[in-house]
């Protein structure tokens, strides 16, 4: 078991990229108004759900830099991908399809063979565009099929066939 959780394709591990810190965001909405007796408050459903992962790897030690290549692709296209956590008796848990809105990235203290940071760390903001049960709808539509190619994937999986894989290689990661 290596895997803590996956962001798409992107498998952020106990030795590779590690996540740090997990944070989750939601609101609701209640506009209010004044009235002679009060205020009137209106209940008008859920706003944007977002959760915030800081990581960091030592790559030089750990690795991590071909998770850290997936999750900026997957950001740069936009790409609605699955969240999946690790959960009770190593078990994945899908948390929903989110999109990585926002993807810092920071470099300390440089190789001077690699040139890559002794130390990569960063933060990425996942905004949350779907439940789990809109997974089995496909929702997920062509771009993960188009990051799959991008990484060297066959042009003639599909995108069902795309998140098949992506979510069992996920999966495999927890074992």
């Given at each position: 078991?290596?895997?803590?959780?996956?962001?798409?394709?992107?498998?952020?591990?106990?030795?590779?990229?590690?996540?740090?810190?997990?944070?989750?965001?939601?609101?609701?909405?209640?506009?209010?108004?004044?009235?002679?007796?009060?205020?009137?408050?209106?209940?008008?459903?859920?706003?944007?759900?977002?959760?915030?992962?800081?990581?960091?790897?030592?790559p030089a030690?750990?690795?991590?830099?071909?998770?850290?290549?997936?999750?900026?692709?997957?950001?740069?296209?936009?790409?609605?991908?699955?969240?999946?956590?690790?959960?009770?008796?190593?078990?994945?848990?899908?948390?929903?399809?989110?999109?990585?809105?926002?993807?810092?990235?920071?470099?300390?203290?440089?190789?001077?063979?690699?040139?890559?940071?002794?130390?990569?760390?960063?933060?990425?903001?996942?905004?949350?565009?779907?439940?789990?049960?809109?997974?089995a709808g496909?929702?997920?539509?062509?771009?993960?099929?188009?990051?799959?190619?991008?990484?060297?994937?066959?042009?003639?999986?599909?995108?069902?066939?795309?998140?098949?894989?992506?979510?069992?290689?996920?999966?495999?990661?927890?074992?």
């Open positions: 078991m290596s895997g803590l959780m996956a962001i798409g394709a992107a498998v952020l591990k106990v030795v590779g990229l590690n996540p740090q810190r997990l944070g989750t965001r939601s609101e609701t909405r209640v506009p209010a108004a004044a009235t002679f007796s009060g205020m009137d408050f209106q209940l008008t459903g859920a706003g944007p759900k977002t959760s915030r992962i800081e990581f960091a790897t030592w030690m750990f690795g991590g830099m071909d998770a850290l290549a997936i999750l900026k692709l997957i950001h740069q296209q936009q790409t609605v991908v699955p969240l999946i956590r690790l959960g009770a008796n190593y078990a994945g848990s899908l948390e929903g399809l989110v999109v990585v809105q926002f993807l810092d990235v920071g470099e300390e203290r440089f190789h001077p063979r690699s040139g890559v940071g002794r130390i990569v760390h960063g933060e990425a903001e996942l905004l949350h565009v779907g439940s789990a049960t809109s997974l496909g929702a997920l539509g062509t771009g993960l099929g188009a990051a799959v190619n991008a990484l060297g994937g066959t042009s003639a999986l599909g995108s069902a066939v795309a998140v098949g894989s992506t979510v069992a290689g996920a999966l495999r990661s927890f074992r």
